[in-house]
């Protein structure tokens, strides 16, 4: 495969906006690179679109809105020969492009913001990371290895959203960070793939510990009915204690005002409860009742081992999301680069270099294999940067072509 030894002039980690000049050379670089390609496969590229063309697609597509008139006259009657530039420039760094983002990833990741579903806390976090450019693979390790509240951590409203069908979530990550289509291994072997649904049950299990619930309820609840009442017994006290003297203890303690009132707290908690989620060291996941293959039995728990690229098996249980979340976010997953790399082409271009964006495996070869390597290079070197990303694209002369 090509080394494409233009990205050396990127800095790895470079917060700032690229360079103009960067940015340019890298979409000219892409420009080239599909032109040969094309060229291969007897495919004449399209003439440069007209101006009228450029700036409604160059508004549409960055910001999701057509230009103002005063807009429109501007740049219609100027005579700048490097207009298209500054346009996308202006474009690229405007609010625009980020709500019209924002609404991409809302889509993508299924977001809800009502309060059944993990509260406005993950809307406001999406919109917030997208305001400040937070890197995409820290985004997603965000949510993927979020616990606790989402008043206080809501990143975890990425689990919220699926409360209590795991295993569908399960399918989902797997689908929308890394473009395999899993879910039918859920019940079964998967008949159009490799995978079986041992592999699904033990990619699962990262997240067998997972519980839909607020850690500090019921301290929180002692603690309101204890206020005033010094005597009331701790949580560990009450451990401690025999059954007899718990049940005696809690019984002095909790006359029938007292157990009306408690009943109420406990009712905002359970409440409370459903914008939150912990793990659970101790519990883990199971075969289904049903299964009938012989790797293993119903009702057995079952191991934690990731289902391609590096091996991850038999992970202790407290690091078993945080492994989870970095596995699919690696930069050496080999496919969690190059299914973004190709959903931003099709959110630019309208159509993937790998045809089928969420299917990988199935999914005929990427059309242009050495664009689609050097997608992914310029992913992984701008630092999963996707605004600088995108406003590499929107610079090629790719962008600037008709359409057939």
Request: hydrophobic residues 35%.
């Amino acid at each position: 495969m090509k080394i494409f030894p233009l990205f050396l002039l990127i800095p790895a980690l470079q917060a700032a906006p690229l360079s103009l000049e960067v940015v340019k050379n890298t979409a000219r670089e892409i420009d080239e690179t599909l032109l040969l390609e094309q060229k291969k496969q007897n495919v004449t590229a399209n003439p440069i679109a007209d101006d009228s063309t450029f700036l409604r697609r160059s508004y549409l597509n960055i910001t999701g809105r057509l230009p103002s008139t005063e807009e429109a006259k501007s740049f219609l009657e100027s005579a700048d020969s490097d207009k298209r530039t500054a346009l996308i420039e202006t474009l690229s760094s405007g609010n625009g492009k980020n709500s019209r983002l924002f609404n991409f990833w809302a889509d993508l990741l299924r977001l809800k913001s009502t309060a059944e579903s993990s509260g406005l806390g993950w809307h406001v976090w999406l919109r917030e990371s997208v305001d400040q450019n937070m890197p995409y693979d820290k985004m997603v390790n965000s949510m993927l290895s979020a616990d606790g509240h989402a008043a206080e951590n809501p990143a975890a409203g990425y689990y919220l959203r699926d409360r209590g069908m795991l295993l569908d979530n399960v399918s989902n990550t797997v689908e929308v960070f890394l473009g395999h289509q899993i879910g039918c291994a859920q019940c079964h072997d998967h008949p159009f793939d490799t995978f079986s649904q041992m592999d699904y049950y033990q990619l699962a299990a990262f997240l067998g510990g997972t519980e839909y619930k607020f850690d500090g309820a019921q301290d929180k609840v002692r603690e309101v009915m204890s206020a005033g009442k010094p005597n009331m017994p701790s949580r560990m006290e009450l451990a401690k204690m025999s059954p007899k003297e718990r049940k005696k203890a809690l019984k002095d303690r909790l006359n029938g005002e007292n157990k009306q009132e408690a009943r109420k707290i406990g009712q905002v908690f359970r409440y409370h409860n459903r914008n939150a989620l912990s793990t659970n060291t101790s519990k883990e996941l199971k075969l289904p009742a049903d299964y009938k293959y012989e790797d293993g039995e119903p009702g057995e728990a079952i191991p934690t081992r990731t289902i391609f690229g590096e091996k991850f098996k038999n992970v202790p249980p407290e690091d078993r999301k945080q492994v989870f979340a970095d596995w699919v976010t690696s930069r050496d997953n080999p496919f969690f680069t190059k299914v973004i790399a190709n959903r931003m082409w099709d959110y630019v271009f309208g159509a993937g270099i790998v045809p089928e964006l969420d299917n990988w495996s199935n999914s005929p070869d990427p059309l242009y294999p050495e664009t689609m390597a050097l997608l992914e290079n310029a992913m992984k070197v701008t630092d999963y940067n996707i605004a600088q990303f995108l406003r590499i694209l929107y610079h090629t002369s790719l962008f600037q072509r008709e359409v057939a």
